[in-house]
């Protein structure tokens, strides 16, 4: 005998209409693998006179009757931002309704309070697809890896600065030209500063490293750069030397020490990672039992996310109340570990003679050794150009000491940058 | 408060002494993450006399010492093969005993009879330690993907395969000569033939046809073709075309009608899974909310197989009974799609004028177009050879058909191979 479950959602944007008409397509599915019946009891909206896959008793203003329905089992929040999706789940968790979320702006922010009172109240929280959308990552995490010590993870977590970086490399044009481009697709905000400056990234690592790791960060312990710098040049220069540049977060851990990063990175192009191209997402997980692992899939849109949603509400329904763990180890410091690793370093300058020997000079007098420098100037008749160079592997406090006396010393038109390269 | 999991252990051997090592390093890490607490309470053996990683006490040569012991919660079998496997997990169901089992044979062969005695006895059955080692794909099958209609999924499922075809793309050497290395180092069993002529494969096919797409197969309904015919010309010529020879499994359905096939293939240098290499295994699945989605990670050996095991172990202790949903679709008919693919040829014959024009004839008799036909001396100075030709997309059945009628000429000197493309 099939169960039915009755679904209260908050909603009806991209991935709520696409959890409407996943539900329609593929319901029968559904029940037959799982003797799951999916009903959408009833959905909240913002503008009542939109048109909406649903009929019109179905749709309401009130989130109360939401809340209020006893007949409801699961509230599924899929509104986005911090409130007032946060107060959302904290009502539907005090009426006893499991949730599920796919918010990882609220889970990054909120989730001690969200999953406090969830478990104070026996309620079960769901959140597949809050990281990679359609991507089983967190159940992977949470039940599929347990066993293994997790050493590092990998990701390639925001769509759309993957989406920008695969199209400049592609068509070796500008962030700002690919930028609107994305907009025009739908892969990228009207506001895209989340996405390109790696707060997304950001928001979903944290998730990913309190399940892997046990631990309780903080988002300013985490080292955060965008990709709004990257010029065309930097991908033709990383592209010669038989790398790509990718938008990337990792977590590695060293004893009790933790570094948690979002930044763009040059990898080889044999990088398993290397080869995760525009919209899609990917993981490498590293453990002490499984090796390498990864996760590779379209981690945004609104079917994929809704296909993430799905799957909790029918996890949820299927299962009874399973008491969430929640030990994190108290030891673990966040700190950048001083490991050394490669640098592509770019210096904008006016171009004069000596360039390459002054920049070379300071990096050497900070201990940096060179395997590459190389000048070019811009098509556009000023004198502008820049320095290019690829170090050996140095540590980051050299670099940014280096950098810092390049700068002072005046004579660049704008600041360096510098972008880490990996095995 | 953690609970404690008493395990009773069938089997020491490779996956069974990963598995009491696993538990010994990651114990804590496990019941950190899930309140669970691992006990092996008694392991059966074969050898009273060989060393083991358990006190002797631990250890007996008694079945029945696992099944009778009511302080035992989970039966883990670790054995292999059909027989005593498939005895062993019955009488542990009997006794009321959830099980885990690594075991793909015994269950693509009497997983019925398992999971209807496993029902009845409410008890729970693990077996993502079955197909693909340490890569939770049971998993992320059976739950994250639920809300896809999935169409197709390709796999490479068989590391032993998939090992001798990378080192004979790397070292242009034999099939004879790589599968020795591969035997020396553990990665290919003695009589390796379940390896390499697609049966494990086609078992673990079995498996996840069965969860993805609800259906009920036989072995004898899966076209099964090894890999034990390449040769390095077959290697080198696809090589040459831009494709690498890939040993996959395939599911694919059109409308009632389901096509099952284990074969080796011409798969594309960009394809997703052409970078799959060594013993590494990887599945692409085809949803329709998430698009492609791949998995990638260790397929076989001790820790990533017990990695899997004790997701599975943990996964029962923190759950309440789950009633196993089993709905096949009686609907399905099992039975090659003709759809068209191109195919790469091989015809070994004795060098004489006008081979190709011969063999170019006939296969235009039956309708297929040809794009490249070369010929190809051996070196040992014998006036043996090969044709090869690529042909454009044709049906399977005008190849054979083709193939047979050439064969019948008396002008080749074997069997003549037909590998398909993938796109």
Not at 9 to 35: F, H, Q
Not at 59 to 79: A, M
Not at 144 to 170: F, P
Not at 248 to 255: F, S
Request: proline share 5%; glycine share 8%; net charge negative.
């Amino acid at each position: 005998m099939a169960k039915t479950v009755r679904i209260g959602l908050m909603g009806l944007g991209t991935v709520g209409s696409g959890l409407v008409s996943l539900i329609e397509r593929n319901a029968p599915i559904i029940e037959r693998r799982s003797d799951v019946k999916l009903e959408i009891a009833r959905a909240l909206v913002k503008d009542p006179n939109k048109k909406r896959p649903l009929p019109d008793d179905k749709v309401t203003l009130n989130p109360r009757d939401i809340f209020d329905d006893p007949s409801i089992d699961i509230v599924v929040e899929v509104i986005g931002g911090i409130e007032p999706a946060r107060m959302y789940l904290l009502e539907a968790l005090k009426a006893n309704k499991n949730i599920v979320t796919a918010n990882k702006a609220v889970l990054a922010a909120h989730g001690d309070e969200i999953l406090a009172l969830a478990g104070a109240n026996e309620c079960q929280v769901g959140f597949e697809a809050s990281v990679c959308g359609g991507i089983p990552i967190i159940q992977a995490l949470s039940s599929g890896l347990i066993a293994n010590r997790v050493d590092e993870l990998i990701g390639i977590l925001n769509g759309t600065s993957n989406y920008i970086l695969t199209r400049m490399s592609e068509e070796e044009c500008t962030f700002d030209f690919v930028l609107s481009e994305a907009q025009e697709k739908g892969l990228a905000e009207a506001d895209p500063s989340f996405d390109v400056q790696g707060i997304d990234a950001a928001h979903k690592l944290l998730i990913l490293a309190e399940l892997t790791f046990q631990v309780k960060a903080q988002m300013n312990e985490i080292t955060v750069e965008g990709i709004d710098r990257i010029t065309p040049v930097d991908i033709k220069t990383a592209h010669d030397f038989g790398f790509v540049i990718k938008p990337i977060a990792i977590a590695v851990r060293d004893g009790d020490n933790m570094d948690l990063r979002v930044h763009p990175a040059l990898l080889p192009k044999l990088h398993p990672l290397a080869s995760v191209h525009h919209e899609f997402n990917a993981v490498l997980v590293k453990g002490d039992a499984i090796g390498e692992m990864i996760f590779y899939g379209k981690g945004a849109g609104s079917l994929p996310t809704a296909s993430a949603v799905l799957s909790d509400i029918v996890e949820i329904a299927r299962s009874d109340y399973v008491v969430p763990v929640w030990n994190p180890q108290k030891s673990i410091k966040f700190a950048p570990i001083e490991s050394k690793s490669r640098y592509y370093l770019r210096f904008p300058i006016y171009d004069k003679p000596g360039m390459i020997g002054k920049i070379a000079t300071v990096l050497g007098d900070h201990g940096i050794s060179i395997t590459h420098a190389m000048a070019l100037l811009e098509c556009n008749e000023t004198n502008k150009g820049n320095v290019m160079i690829v170090t050996h592997a140095s540590k980051e406090q050299d670099i940014r000491h280096a950098l810092a006396d390049i700068q002072k010393a005046g004579t660049l038109t704008e600041t360096p940058l510098a972008i880490r390269m990996l095995e």
